[in-house]
């Protein structure tokens, strides 16, 4: 590796400024100290570097002793995309089923509660909402990250969670900019395109963020997504006319503009890391999102460096780099006077969210006797079917999609733990489409048959309706055992089957609490 400049002058601060790295390990790493000292204005946070409250705390803590003003974001969306626990589930539901419920004050209040937890260890950017509109129901990466598939719903639930969540102090962040539902590509691993023409844009994915900036948003994710219809040659992060002229320009937004992660292959496989992240910030990006996959100095150094070089070989201007930075440290102001607006006794912030006020740190997160999470989770629930709960312990077969890099596959989904608690005895497989093809559904049917013995089987299932191999195995072990109990933890578009149909419009844990309370007659 070269450096190209050696110091902490203007440009090499600024440079450092519009980067949002993550880091290896729990504690901060020395290098990350030193460079928050040279510029560096705002560090990320993957489940990696999470074990237990008090732990994030302290390491925030340590990076603050450093620099104050630090913005330490975090993507917590609550639901399946979850960091502050990684490790067992969240304890909130996710957008989509908020958006089933369609309770703007539940919707604010969820937001709230999350805020105030990531408040109280020190985390004051949160990359959500996804103000995605999931109109493709077969997307593989947005879905229950969702509020939904209608736009007006999405528009009005992406505000009251940019409410709620401001008004716990802590700056939120509408993605994936113009719009991420409309994609049958993950783009983690390649370049999605999105072909409708203006006006579908218009009144289907641009409502929701057109909500967000109304409702004081205070930060706005880019998404890797080509629309021709847009910008024909390039993607969103990397698009003037989007960011400038769309998000800017048209939508009026003043806030800042963050990408999607830059390690993602939509950028890397096309531009490269570091020549994708110049050009970012020179189409009007402010801050260049890195760290879900390299975490190491090298890296920020590499692209403080490209920021560096771009400027001096004129492909960023100066001033675009530093009216960056300047948006930056505006949010990082804006984060540290909302901190001390929500201590006791504070006077409410100005510039959280319209007609909120922040809230003290200590307020508790529940409605009535049960956690503001577990009351959603029990609100978005939807149970068909003539089947009866069971009183005694049933089999769980739990078969298993290929998780999306964002939700990742260290977090634990389904009903077995509860029903394990509530129904001693419970036992749980795990199955997957390893092997599986037109000729192996009785195969895979009969190992759970054989596994089961002659407990009721209860089917965990998510986005039955993309996984035709899951779809056949069910089906079969329906035709077996009509009281099989069916959950759908993903989105809920194929047909309810089963003696007892549960959707639950989200695999996370609270989700799947609810979910064994019906099946074992305790809700």
Not at 327 to 333: E, N, Q, T
Not at 354 to 375: E, H, I, M, N
């Given at each position: 590796?070269?450096?190209?400049?050696?110091?902490?002058?203007?440009?090499?601060?600024?440079?450092?400024a519009?980067?949002?790295?993550?880091?290896?390990?729990?504690?901060?790493?020395?290098?990350?100290?030193?460079?928050?000292?040279?510029?560096?204005?705002s560090?990320?946070?993957?489940?990696?570097?999470?074990?237990?409250?008090?732990?994030?705390?302290?390491?925030?803590?340590?990076?603050?002793?450093?620099?104050?003003?630090?913005?330490?974001a975090?993507?917590?969306?609550?639901?399946?995309?979850?960091?502050?626990?990684?490790?067992?589930?969240?304890?909130?539901?996710?957008?989509?089923?908020?958006?089933?419920?369609?309770?703007?004050?539940?919707?604010r209040?969820?937001?709230?509660?999350?805020?105030?937890?990531?408040?109280?260890?020190?985390?004051?950017?949160?990359?959500?909402?996804?103000?995605?509109?999931?109109?493709?129901?077969?997307?593989?990466?947005?879905?229950?990250?969702?509020?939904?598939?209608?736009?007006?719903?999405?528009?009005?639930?992406?505000?009251?969670?940019?409410?709620?969540?401001?008004?716990?102090?802590?700056?939120?962040?509408?993605?994936?900019?113009?719009?991420?539902?409309?994609?049958?590509?993950?783009?983690?691993?390649?370049?999605?395109?999105?072909?409708?023409?203006?006006?579908?844009?218009?009144?289907?994915?641009?409502?929701?963020?057109?909500?967000?900036?109304?409702?004081?948003?205070?930060?706005?994710?880019?998404?890797?997504?080509l629309?021709p219809?847009?910008?024909?040659?390039r993607?969103?992060?990397?698009?003037?006319?989007?960011?400038?002229?769309?998000?800017?320009?048209?939508?009026?937004?003043?806030?800042?503009?963050?990408?999607?992660?830059?390690?993602?292959?939509?950028?890397?496989?096309?531009?490269?890391?570091?020549?994708?992240?110049?050009?970012?910030?020179?189409?009007?990006?402010?801050?260049?999102?890195?760290?879900g996959?390299?975490s190491?100095?090298?890296?920020?150094?590499?692209?403080?460096?490209?920021?560096?070089?771009?400027?001096?070989?004129?492909?960023?201007?100066?001033?675009?780099?530093?009216?960056?930075?300047?948006?930056?440290?505006?949010?990082?102001?804006?984060?540290?006077?909302?901190?001390?607006?929500?201590?006791?006794?504070?006077?409410?912030?100005?510039?959280?969210?319209?007609?909120?006020?922040?809230?003290?740190?200590?307020?508790?997160?529940?409605?009535g006797?049960?956690?503001?999470?577990?009351?959603?989770?029990?609100?978005?629930?939807?149970?068909?079917?003539?089947?009866?709960?069971?009183?005694?312990?049933?089999?769980?077969?739990?078969?298993?999609?290929?998780?999306?890099?964002?939700?990742?596959?260290?977090?634990?989904?389904?009903?077995?733990?509860?029903?394990?608690?509530?129904?001693?005895?419970?036992e749980?497989?795990?199955?997957?489409?390893?092997?599986?093809?037109?000729?192996?559904?009785?195969?895979?049917?009969?190992?759970v048959?054989?596994?089961?013995?002659?407990?009721?089987?209860?089917?965990?299932?998510?986005?039955?309706?993309?996984?035709?191999?899951?779809?056949?195995?069910?089906?079969?072990?329906?035709?077996?055992?009509?009281?099989?109990?069916?959950?759908?933890?993903?989105?809920?578009?194929?047909?309810?089957?089963?003696?007892?149909?549960?959707?639950?419009?989200?695999?996370?844990?609270?989700?799947?609490?609810?979910?064994?309370?019906?099946?074992?007659?305790?809700?």
């Amino acid at each position: 590796m070269t450096t190209l400049l050696s110091g902490t002058d203007t440009l090499t601060r600024d440079a450092l400024a519009v980067l949002q790295p993550g880091f290896a390990g729990d504690t901060p790493p020395d290098w990350v100290l030193r460079r928050i000292g040279e510029g560096l204005s705002s560090v990320a946070l993957f489940g990696r570097n999470i074990r237990t409250p008090e732990q994030i705390s302290a390491l925030t803590t340590r990076l603050r002793a450093e620099r104050d003003d630090l913005l330490v974001a975090i993507d917590e969306e609550g639901g399946d995309v979850t960091r502050l626990e990684v490790r067992h589930g969240s304890s909130f539901p996710g957008n989509y089923a908020l958006g089933t419920v369609d309770d703007l004050d539940l919707t604010r209040a969820v937001a709230r509660e999350l805020g105030r937890r990531l408040a109280a260890c020190g985390v004051n950017f949160n990359w959500a909402p996804s103000a995605d509109v999931n109109s493709n129901r077969n997307n593989p990466v947005i879905g229950v990250r969702s509020f939904g598939a209608d736009p007006e719903l999405v528009a009005r639930h992406t505000a009251a969670y940019v409410d709620g969540l401001q008004s716990a102090g802590v700056a939120a962040c509408a993605k994936h900019f113009p719009g991420h539902g409309d994609t049958a590509v993950d783009s983690h691993h390649a370049m999605p395109r999105i072909d409708v023409d203006l006006d579908t844009l218009h009144a289907r994915d641009l409502l929701p963020f057109r909500a967000a900036v109304a409702a004081g948003s205070k930060a706005v994710m880019s998404a890797h997504i080509l629309l021709p219809a847009l910008d024909p040659n390039r993607p969103a992060t990397l698009s003037p006319q989007i960011l400038l002229g769309l998000l800017r320009e048209e939508l009026g937004f003043e806030g800042l503009i963050v990408t999607d992660g830059m390690d993602m292959e939509a950028i890397v496989a096309t531009y490269g890391i570091e020549r994708g992240s110049a050009l970012a910030i020179a189409a009007g990006a402010d801050a260049i999102c890195v760290g879900g996959g390299p975490s190491d100095e090298g890296t920020v150094l590499r692209l403080r460096d490209a920021l560096v070089a771009a400027v001096r070989d004129g492909e960023l201007p100066e001033e675009r780099l530093a009216d960056a930075a300047a948006r930056v440290r505006a949010l990082a102001d804006w984060t540290l006077r909302a901190r001390g607006a929500a201590e006791p006794g504070a006077e409410p912030q100005e510039g959280t969210a319209p007609g909120t006020t922040s809230v003290t740190l200590s307020a508790p997160g529940a409605t009535g006797d049960a956690p503001v999470g577990l009351v959603a989770a029990r609100r978005a629930l939807r149970v068909t079917g003539p089947g009866k709960p069971l009183d005694e312990a049933p089999y769980v077969a739990a078969f298993t999609p290929v998780a999306n890099i964002a939700v990742g596959n260290q977090t634990p989904w389904g009903v077995a733990p509860e029903l394990e608690r509530l129904l001693p005895g419970t036992e749980t497989g795990a199955y997957n489409s390893a092997g599986i093809d037109g000729t192996d559904t009785a195969a895979l049917t009969g190992k759970v048959l054989a596994a089961a013995g002659d407990r009721v089987i209860v089917a965990v299932v998510r986005d039955l309706h993309r996984h035709a191999w899951m779809a056949d195995a069910l089906d079969a072990i329906l035709a077996e055992r009509p009281t099989t109990v069916v959950v759908e933890m993903g989105v809920n578009e194929a047909e309810p089957r089963g003696a007892l149909h549960i959707a639950t419009h989200g695999a996370a844990r609270v989700c799947g609490t609810a979910a064994a309370e019906v099946i074992a007659g305790r809700a």
